[in-house]
């Protein structure tokens, strides 16, 4: 495992135990509501070794595990970004709207470098400067302009995917079996991030970092 797959894994895990505190009642005490900062990360690291170890034969695996870190780490901030925004306004979908696509961003980056690193390189400049210097620079911006475009575009449905689920999870169902708003919400968060979950790996795999 690469030093940098090991922190990413480790900074996920502690993500993770971010909001996971938040479910355990305040009555169990302070040391088993932080405990999860511990078990965590050793769970993000190891599941990520049986990923790796997968991989190898089947690279999609790989693929997806790392997919799924990444987007576990980006819903963390989605979570705790619409929880910051909420104190200064009532609730609203808009701020919803504003967290998932800061989220967005993280998962563009992480995707870009850390889970498609090979799909997303640019075409590689001919030898010796053959055929002109420039336009092999030339080409690779327009390939870093189209995996943009292509990203934002597939990214947007997703956006409407992760909303309509987030509506129908908290003005729709409701809060249900006697849980409390804020819980219900991140359940929801979570729920629509599932969802789209699924949309945005097939379309970033296929459709934006692909070969």
Known sequence: MKKQ??????????????????????????????????????????????????GKKFLFIHQAGKFALAGVFADVVDIKIFQLLIIFAPFSLFFKGVSFLIAVAVKYFANKHWTFPARSASPARQPNGSHGGGHSDAGGEKHEGREVICFFLVTLVGLFINVVAFYCATEIIHPQFGISVNIWIELSIIFAALVTAAWNFLGYKFLVFKK
Do not use: N
């Open 5 to 54: 797959d090991f922190i990413f894994a480790i900074i996920c895990g502690l993500s993770v135990a971010w909001v996971v505190v938040d479910f355990v009642p305040m009555k169990y005490g302070t040391p088993y509501r932080m405990i999860g900062f511990i078990i965590l990360p050793i769970l993000s690291v190891i599941g990520l070794y049986v990923v790796e170890f997968i």
